[in-house]
Structures are given as structure tokens and as C-alpha cells.
């Protein structure tokens, strides 16, 4: 536009230049003056494209237009809040300050369906939180929650890694510290300290179905629940832990401890089932399908309030159809009871359901308390009716000064049908003449019972006469209805008489049972106790014998040849001969000295020689000659590397032991020959806590390893404008090359025109 100007102010003064004498002077002038324009446009316009194209070059129209409306581009990052008062990536920071924004009166509600919602602070008596939102998880940081209960009424809520400390009463909350109402509820990573006020009703954790709907789905995983209760005087419940109405729950990897006191038992008209029990570490009722695995149960007596039957359960479990109670360790204690007071303990109870597995179980009552004929120390009571119930391979213990059961199981409520096989049963009481001062490893009140291939050992804490009450498996108190009996193959040691008592049978067969006593006065030979033969149905029973437990020790660990020729025949594992070819060890004596000890590796100060490195080969001949049967092996090559057919001694061993295997004792990245510590090439899939890495630490890592080799990029970037540069004064030389003469010609005519002038 400058130029534009200057040539219409030229063509106003060559139009006041009519009638000037020279005028084609005055159109020369005009000429040069459009060449010049000319000129000076097409270099303007070369430069603003330069300028205009360096400018624009990787920006987008959107965002030229909205740099220049003056606003934020949508693709920066919102910034996080210094406190985490917002949600963030679906995640909601609850402190003091914003819980009233999430919990409206103390309700979660359904907006926050899909959400994570995180304690970032220390909270006391919030109350009763209640969870009406779906998949939502609500979570701790470590922080603890004092006397703030929860109660899960929506589908699929988690509640993991919070700590929850409870003092008071929660009536409000159904008296549960954690309360289930929802289907595909979460319980992980859960640390609950309850201690209940006194005669106050309380639950740990209460599951619940409603009305007639059970719930599904629970998982209770990782979880510590430490419960104290103090119902003393109150006929109300405690339980750490207690289950009613949900199919297909998961109960896994908890440890659940109780300090209870001893409460009667509610008997109804069909016998005991979960609310018959006051006092419980955990109950579990109606719950089908259910999976109770590798959890520690711990119980203890705090109180023995006056009551008839002073009766703790550490878990019952009853009507629950199809279930697995598998791997757990239960504990059981009472110190509070003297001995020659009864009371009433029992490990796992078990009532009216089928189909149920009880294996890998460790179960131990340990109490100071009972007298003759009275009191119980049950690890296992089973109670019909029961169907399919199967106890094996549990390890079971018992103490106490009274009657005493290891697995005892009855039909008066119902039939049962059961198996107790590979169990291993130790168990100490106070056996005597009276029907109720028994002491046996199994009792089997049952309509039909498979015992079979269990190791039982039972003692009584008093002397044992041979009309006591003693046995490893018995029917001796006496119930209604026919009794069918599969018992083989048990080991029984005893302080007693007999491995084996039976009141009557139908259709039975007790065969194959050893009794290894300690009695030095059991000189019977048949372990097995029928009683009245005419009580016995197509009874089958043979080989049940008797041996004194010095003997049967002295034959299983103190075996003596007597005297016997005695040959020793070592197994050969590696193909290691104990023969030795002495056909090349000459008489006389060896001339070729040797300074060093061949059996040990390394010791040779001559390099070269036949010994090599690892020493230990047969003397080699005069001749030079190192032959093993007639063959060379290999030629010396001066370093100790020759090839031979006679091992080292470090080889020789190495090939005798095997490593890390069942007869080697070397470790190694070996088991049983095969490497098990192999180098792989898989990258670790599993997720971290933290996620992925967002594009923007990408970016930004990208960055600092650029700013990181400044050296290099700094270098680049100086020759790039260096060539930058010299194309500029490229593009420059031309331009100027033709206005200088421009100008020069344009002086020159204005001088002449002031010449004409004059």
C-alpha cells in the first residue's frame, strides 16, 4: 500500500507538469517509475508468503480462530485440585469438609453409580452410611473410621481397605458393623475391631437375605474381624461374623477372632439351628453353594455367666446345601472353666443339610473345664437330618476333664449319612463307667457311616479300667432306628481295651482295625466290643487285633538283623563301578616324582602336563604315552586341555550327585533334574495399582531426554539457521541488485528536471 501511495502522488505531479516543453523527459520519469513499483511489489509480496508460511505452518484454522477469539483450547488438561474435593477420573476424595456433598443424610445415591469413593482423612462417628449406588467401590487409605457403619443396599458395591473401629450400638443398622442386603457384594481387605458395649446385641458382619429372596454372590476375602462381645446377661446375639440366606458366597483367606461368653443353647422342637446359638464366631444358615476356604477362626472364652448348659460355638453352619468347608484352622480355648465344672465346646457344628465336604481342616479345643459324665470338647458335632456329608482329611485335637468326642455325630432330629475317612484324631478326656463319660476319637449315632483309614489317639486323664469308656470309634450312647457301620482300617492308640464298640448294627463290617495300647493290663486279643451278639444284624468283623504299644514300637523302629548274615548292596543311581583296572600300575617305584597333590585341582606347578587343570588321572608311563585300554582320547595341546576318558575328581562328583534332586543334596535352579529359574522373554502382564502412563508424562519423559543431550541438539539447531539464513540473503541479492540502478536513474532525471526548470 506504501508503494501504491508514492506512485499516485508521482502521477499528481506529472499532471501539474502540463505544458512543461520537454514532456518525454516527464513519460521517461513515469517509466522508471513503474518499473521501480513493480520491482518493489514483487519483493513485498515474496516476503509476506516467506513470513505468512513460517508463521502458520503446523496450526490448524481451529486453532488460529480460537487463539485469536482469546480462549482455552479444549485439548489442555484440567487442571487437579490441590484438594482432592472433586471427582477426578471417576474417583471422589471424601474429607470433613465435602461429605455432606456425596453422603446426603448419610446416603450414597444412584448419580454416583460407577464410581470410586476414597476416605482421605480420618472420620469419627458418622453413623450409618448407607450404599444406594451400583458398582460403586468405597475405599480407605489407611485412615480409620470410628464408629461409621455401612449398610450395602445396591447391586455389586465393594468395600476394600478400609479400618473400622466400633464401641457403640448400631440398632439402626440392623446392630452390624457392616451390613449386606445387595447381591455381588465386595467385602476386601476389611480390619474391623468391635468391642460391644455390655448386654448390647452385635454383628461384625451381618449378610442377610430379604423377606424370601436370598442374596448371591458375597465375597469376603483378606478380611480381619477382632469382636469382643459382652451379651452376659441378655438373652441377645453377638457374632463376629454371620451369614444367613445368600447363595454362592465365597468366604476365603480371613481371620475371624472372637472373646465371648458362654450362653445356653435354644433348643427347638427339631433341635438346634443358627438362632438356637446366642454366642457365635461365625453362622452361616441356608446359605447353598457355599465356599469356606483357608480361613483362621479363632475363639476364646471372656465370661461364664450362671446358666445350665454353658454352650460357644466357633462355627455353625446349618441348612446350607452343597457347600465346602475346606483348608481352614479353627482355635478354640477355655481357661475361665475349672476343671470339675462342666461346659459345653464344640469347633464345627454342623445341622440339617447335604451334600457337604469338610477337608483340610485343623481343629483344636483346648479347655481346663469338665467333669465326669458332663461337659463336651467337640471339634466336630454333626447333627441330623444330614446326607452326603463327608469328613476327611482333617487334623482334629482335643483336651479337656470331662467327656470328650473328636467327631461326633447323631440321628435322634433325623437320618444321616455321612464318611469320615483319613482323619487324624487325638483326643484327652475323663472316660469312666457312666454312659456319659466317653471318651472316643468317633462316635457314630448314625443311621449309615463309612469309617475308614483314620488314625486316632485317645487318652483318658485318670486311670482306665476295662469297663471305661474308652474307644477309637464307637456307637455307645444309644439312639432310635437301624445303624449301618463300614468300619476298616483304622489305627487306633489308646490307654483303653478296644479300638471299636458297637451297641448293635445292621448289615455292618468292622474288620482290619489295629489297637496299639498303652494299658500294660490290656492282655485281650480282639480290639473289636459287640456287646450282645443277638443286637448285631448280618454283622461281618475279623481281624481287629491287639498289641501292646512296646511292641508294636519296638517292631516299626528298633529292627535288629539277630544276628543274621549281613550283605550290603548299595543301589547304583549313576553307573559309578566300584572296579579298578590295575593292569597299568607298575611294581617299581616312578621315577617321575610329582610335587603336588593330585587330588586336589590346581595344584600342579607344571604347565603342560597331563594332569590338566583338575588333577587326578592315572600316572601316565615313561613313554609318554597317555593310553587308557589301548585308545588315545585326544591330543595335548600345552594348556592341560587334552581330551581324556578317565574323569576328573570335581567331575566325578558332580556326576554322582544329582542337583536339587530326590537323592542329590545340592541346590541348584534344578528339581528333579529339570530347570525350573529359565530366562524368559515374557514381559510381566500383570496390572499395576498406579495404571498406565497418560500421554502427557510421555511426552513430557520425551522432553527431558532432549534437554538431556543439549550438546547435540544445540549443534543441530545452529546449522539449521546458518542455512536458513543464507537463503534469506539469497533471496535478498537479487532484489537489491535491481533497485539500486532504479534509484540511480530516478535521481538522475529529477536533476534533470530541475535543470528544464530553470
Known amino acids: 500500500m506504501i508503494f501504491k501511495n508514492i506512485f499516485l502522488k508521482?502521477?499528481?505531479?506529472?499532471?501539474?507538469?502540463?505544458?512543461?516543453?520537454n514532456i518525454g523527459l516527464n513519460w521517461k520519469l513515469i517509466l522508471g517509475l513503474i518499473i521501480i513499483y513493480g520491482v518493489l511489489s514483487i519483493s513485498s509480496l515474496s516476503a509476506t508468503e516467506i513470513d505468512d508460511n513460517s508463521s502458520l505452518e503446523g496450526?490448524?484454522?481451529?486453532?488460529?480462530?480460537?487463539?485469536?477469539?482469546?480462549?482455552?483450547?479444549?485439548?489442555?488438561?484440567?487442571?487437579?485440585?490441590d484438594e482432592p474435593d472433586l471427582v477426578v477420573d471417576d474417583t471422589?476424595?471424601?474429607?470433613?469438609?465435602?461429605?455432606?456433598?456425596?453422603?446426603?443424610?448419610?446416603?450414597?445415591?444412584?448419580?454416583?453409580?460407577?464410581?470410586?469413593?476414597?476416605?482421605?482423612?480420618?472420620?469419627?462417628?458418622?453413623?450409618?452410611?448407607?450404599?444406594?449406588?451400583?458398582?460403586?467401590?468405597?475405599?480407605?487409605?489407611?485412615?480409620?473410621?470410628?464408629?461409621?457403619?455401612?449398610?450395602?443396599?445396591?447391586?455389586?458395591?465393594?468395600?476394600?481397605?478400609?479400618?473400622?473401629?466400633?464401641?457403640?450400638?448400631?440398632?439402626?443398622?440392623?446392630?452390624?458393623?457392616?451390613?449386606?442386603?445387595?447381591?455381588?457384594?465386595?467385602?476386601?481387605?476389611?480390619?474391623?475391631?468391635?468391642?460391644?458395649?455390655?448386654?448390647?446385641?452385635?454383628?461384625?458382619?451381618?449378610?442377610?437375605?430379604?423377606?424370601?429372596?436370598a442374596v448371591k454372590n458375597l465375597r469376603m476375602i483378606n478380611c480381619s474381624i477382632n469382636f469382643e462381645g459382652h451379651n452376659n446377661n441378655v438373652k441377645v446375639y453377638n457374632c463376629a461374623l454371620k451369614i444367613v440366606d445368600c447363595d454362592n458366597a465365597l468366604v476365603a483367606n480371613n481371620t475371624i477372632s472372637s472373646a465371648l461368653p458362654l450362653k445356653d443353647i435354644i433348643f427347638g422342637a427339631n433341635g438346634a439351628e443358627l438362632a438356637s446359638d446366642l454366642v457365635l464366631t461365625v453362622g452361616i444358615g441356608g446359605c447353598d453353594n457355599l465356599t469356606f476356604v483357608g480361613n483362621k477362626l479363632i475363639s476364646e472364652v471372656n465370661k461364664r455367666p450362671q446358666c445350665a448348659y454353658p454352650s460357644l460355638d466357633t462355627m455353625l453352619i446349618s441348612k446350607s446345601h452343597n457347600s465346602l468347608i475346606a483348608n481352614n484352622s479353627i482355635y478354640m480355648s477355655d481357661f475361665l472353666t475349672f476343671p470339675g465344672v462342666d461346659n459345653y465346646l464344640y469347633g464345627l457344628d454342623i445341622y440339617n443339610l447335604e451334600n457337604l465336604t469338610v477337608i483340610g481342616n485343623n481343629i483344636s479345643i483346648i479347655t481346663t473345664g469338665g467333669k465326669l459324665a458332663a461337659g463336651t470338647a467337640y471339634p466336630i458335632q454333626i447333627t441330623g437330618p444330614i446326607a452326603n456329608v463327608n469328613i476327611t482329611h482333617n487334623d482334629l485335637y482335643s483336651f479337656s476333664n470331662g467327656p470328650n468326642i473328636g467327631v461326633y455325630s447323631q440321628n435322634f432330629y433325623g437320618a444321616t449319612s455321612l464318611s469320615i475317612t483319613y482323619n487324624k484324631i487325638n483326643v484327652t478326656g475323663l472316660a469312666g463307667t457312666h454312659e456319659w463319660a466317653l471318651v472316643a476319637g468317633i462316635e457314630s449315632q448314625d443311621t449309615h457311616s463309612i469309617i475308614q483309614h483314620n488314625i486316632i489317639e485317645v487318652h483318658s486323664v485318670g486311670d482306665v479300667s476295662i469297663n471305661d469308656n474308652l474307644y477309637g470309634v464307637s456307637y455307645h450312647q444309644s439312639t432310635s432306628g437301624d445303624h449301618q457301620y463300614d468300619i476298616q482300617n483304622n489305627t487306633v492308640f489308646s490307654d483303653?481295651?478296644?479300638?471299636?464298640?458297637?451297641?448293635?448294627?445292621?448289615?455292618?463290617?468292622?474288620?482290619?482295625?489295629?489297637l496299639v495300647t498303652y494299658n500294660p493290663k490290656a492282655n485281650n486279643t480282639n480290639g473289636y466290643k459287640y456287646g450282645d451278639l443277638s443286637a448285631h444284624k448280618n454283622m461281618e468283623f475279623y481281624n481287629n487285633p491287639v498289641i501292646s504299644a512296646f511292641n508294636y514300637f519296638a517292631n516299626h523302629e528298633n529292627n535288629v538283623d539277630n544276628g543274621e548274615e549281613f550283605n550290603y548292596n548299595p543301589t547304583n543311581n549313576n553307573d559309578i563301578s566300584n572296579n579298578i583296572d590295575g593292569s597299568q600300575i607298575s611294581s617299581d617305584e616312578d621315577t617321575n616324582n610329582h610335587h603336588y597333590n593330585p587330588l586336589i585341582p590346581g595344584s600342579s606347578n607344571q604347565s603342560g602336563s597331563h594332569e590338566g587343570e583338575e588333577g587326578w588321572v592315572i600316572p601316565i608311563e615313561e613313554n609318554g604315552n597317555n593310553q587308557h585300554n589301548g585308545e588315545s582320547q585326544g591330543n595335548n595341546d600345552g594348556n592341560g586341555n587334552s581330551t581324556k576318558t578317565i574323569m576328573s575328581?570335581?567331575?566325578?562328583?558332580?556326576?554322582?550327585?544329582?542337583?536339587?534332586?530326590?537323592?542329590?543334596?545340592?541346590?541348584?535352579?534344578?528339581?528333579?533334574?529339570?530347570?525350573?529359574n529359565a530366562d524368559s522373554n515374557n514381559s510381566d502382564d500383570s496390572p499395576s495399582d498406579s495404571g498406565s502412563e497418560s500421554i502427557a508424562s510421555q511426552s513430557k519423559s520425551t522432553k527431558s531426554v532432549d534437554e538431556s543431550s543439549t550438546g547435540e541438539s544445540s549443534s543441530v539447531s545452529k546449522k539449521i539457521y546458518e542455512i536458513d539464513e543464507k537463503n534469506e540473503i539469497n533471496k535478498f541479492i537479487p532484489s537489491v541488485f535491481f533497485i539500486i540502478p532504479m534509484l540511480i536513474l530516478f535521481v538522475i532525471g529529477l536533476r534533470r528536471k530541475k535543470l528544464n526548470f530553470k
Open 10 to 21: 508521482s502521477l499528481k505531479r506529472v499532471k501539474l507538469l502540463k505544458g512543461v516543453k
Open 59 to 81: 496450526v490448524s484454522i481451529e486453532k488460529v480462530s480460537t487463539i485469536a477469539n482469546g480462549t482455552v483450547l479444549n485439548s489442555i488438561d484440567e487442571e487437579i485440585p
Open 92 to 213: 471422589v476424595y471424601v474429607t470433613s469438609k465435602n461429605i455432606d456433598d456425596y453422603f446426603d443424610s448419610g446416603v450414597l445415591k444412584s448419580r454416583f453409580n460407577g464410581k470410586t469413593v476414597i476416605f482421605a482423612e480420618n472420620f469419627e462417628n458418622l453413623g450409618k452410611l448407607t450404599i444406594n449406588a451400583e458398582n460403586v467401590t468405597i475405599k480407605g487409605m489407611g485412615y480409620s473410621l470410628k464408629n461409621c457403619v455401612f449398610n450395602l443396599e445396591a447391586k455389586n458395591i465393594t468395600l476394600s481397605d478400609l479400618n473400622i473401629d466400633l464401641d457403640s450400638e448400631f440398632a439402626n443398622n440392623d446392630y452390624a458393623g457392616v451390613l449386606v442386603y445387595s447381591d455381588y457384594a465386595n467385602l476386601i481387605n476389611l480390619n474391623i475391631n468391635y468391642v460391644v458395649p455390655t448386654n448390647v446385641q452385635a454383628y461384625g458382619v451381618y449378610v442377610e437375605g430379604i423377606g424370601n429372596r
Open 496 to 514: 483303653g481295651y478296644y479300638s471299636v464298640n458297637l451297641l448293635s448294627s445292621v448289615n455292618s463290617t468292622v474288620a482290619n482295625n489295629l
Open 649 to 676: 575328581l570335581k567331575e566325578l562328583i558332580m556326576n554322582y550327585i544329582n542337583s536339587n534332586t530326590q537323592s542329590g543334596k545340592v541346590n541348584n535352579t534344578s528339581y528333579n533334574g529339570h530347570k525350573v
